[in-house]
């Protein structure tokens, strides 16, 4: 059963930078694609970040181009989001998941294309 746990969530002033973290078990981590998505209250949840299976390629949302990147370490079987500049707006639940497919890279920034979810962590950026 894969299961995946984020952490490092947290409230933090306008400016300000987080780290989050998806520890990933029950399959091969190495093989899957990982993304981040969020969701604000009220809103529906959106694609933010993912990275390929091999780590040679990233997308981000235009609004956290430039602010957020995503890494892993396939040998911790961890997926990172590093969040610099931080924004209000970025205030959201974040979920880490984990693409469908061993080695796909199919619609990486649509929900639809992840077959596991984490629990969430929180995030919230005070102005």
């Known amino acids: 059963q894969v299961q995946l746990v984020e952490s490092g969530g947290g409230l933090v002033p306008a400016g300000g930078s987080l780290r989050l973290s998806c520890a990933a078990s029950g399959r091969t981590f190495s093989s899957y694609a990982m993304g981040w998505f969020r969701q604000a209250p009220g809103k529906e949840r959106e694609f933010v970040a993912a990275v390929t299976w091999s780590g040679g390629s990233k997308s981000y949302t235009d609004s956290v181009k430039g602010r957020f990147i995503i890494s892993r370490d396939n040998a911790k079987n961890t997926v990172y989001l590093q969040m610099n500049s931080l924004k209000p707006e970025d205030t959201a639940v974040y979920y880490c998941?984990?693409?469908?497919?061993?080695?796909?890279?199919?619609?990486?920034?649509?929900?639809?294309?992840?077959?596991?979810w984490g629990q969430g962590t929180q995030v919230t950026v005070s102005s």
């Open positions: 998941a984990q693409h469908a497919t061993s080695r796909g890279i199919m619609g990486l920034t649509r929900a639809t294309a992840y077959q596991y």
